[in-house]
């Protein structure tokens, strides 16, 4: 397996959508979207208001309303190593 998922999932991160069990996911990765693209995150579902949360500490590097993705965050870990992604 890729040495960076190993790192990721030592570090244990939280699901980012307040009260959202793990086995509620389901992959929406490489979905199609449309006729011309993939989807190329993994969509979690809620009510609409439920807090978003942080997975871990970190920086926030860019905070933006976006058409397709509406308020989008991008943050970093605090080594900087790795970015993540709330729309």
Avoid: N, W
Wanted: glycine share 6%; hydrophobic share 35%.
């Amino acid at each position: 397996m890729a040495p960076a998922i190993e790192t990721l999932r030592k570090r244990r991160l939280t699901l980012p959508v307040q009260g959202v069990k793990r086995e509620a996911l389901r992959r929406t990765f490489r979905e199609r979207r449309g006729s011309d693209r993939q989807h190329e995150a993994m969509d979690i579902a809620a009510v609409r208001d439920t807090p978003v949360l942080a997975v871990e500490d970190g920086t926030i590097a860019k905070l933006f309303l976006s058409k397709p993705g509406g308020i989008t965050i991008y943050q970093y870990d605090p080594s900087e190593s790795y970015a993540y992604y709330y729309a």
